[in-house]
């Protein structure tokens, strides 16, 4: 991590054309350290890296952003980002990098405890739904039938039968969730 920061802020002030010595005098921080930070010979400290941030104009996020995969078929676990927060239940995220140009919706879907007093709605779509429960215990609703599905349990269904989800425990549900058609797609 010390050589993509400091390569990061070695880059980013020879854009600016500043000099270490520019540089040092902004942050208050001596040449050498600098010197051996870009190199990745250090490390440093969050309150430093947040001087250099400012003086560089970026975020301090900046310098631990890290890179997509190369290849676009491989999404790696820390690559995921949240996607959508939908009712500030449904936390999901995409699992391909490219899913302009798939045929199916991969997801991950992380779901909030809530009341069992709250009203479920039921929806429909075109297409098919998979869904397989990975932790916690979750309540499905199918054609006016509820059912509970454990770690391990799957349900795979047509979209255009009434369906939703719900959380009725005190923990979090995770699921993987794939639908098709994609409504992320491209429309050639």
Not at 10 to 24: C, F, V, Y
Not at 129 to 140: D, K, N, R
Not at 164 to 170: D, M, Q, S
């Amino acid at each position: 991590m010390a050589v993509d920061i400091g390569r990061k802020i070695k880059e980013l002030r020879m854009s600016k054309n500043l000099t270490l010595k520019e540089l040092s005098e902004k942050v208050n921080l001596s040449i050498g350290f600098l010197s051996q930070l870009e190199r990745g010979l250090t490390n440093v400290a969050v309150d430093s890296l947040e001087k250099i941030a400012d003086a560089l104009s970026v975020e301090l996020t900046y310098f631990f952003s890290i890179p997509k995969s190369s290849n676009e078929s491989i999404l790696r676990s820390y690559e995921q980002e949240i996607f959508q927060v939908t009712n500030s239940k449904f936390i999901n995220y995409h699992l391909t990098n490219d899913i302009e140009n798939k045929t199916i919706l991969p997801r991950l879907v992380q779901i909030l405890p809530s009341s069992s007093d709250e009203e479920i709605n039921n929806y429909q779509h075109e297409g098919e739904e998979f869904v397989y429960v990975l932790e916690g215990i979750l309540t499905l609703f199918l054609d006016n039938q509820k059912y509970e599905l454990y770690p391990g349990d799957s349900a795979h269904i047509e979209s255009n039968i009434a369906h939703n989800w719900a959380n009725y425990t005190n923990k979090i549900v995770k699921l993987l969730s794939v639908n098709t058609p994609n409504p992320f797609k491209n429309k050639e």
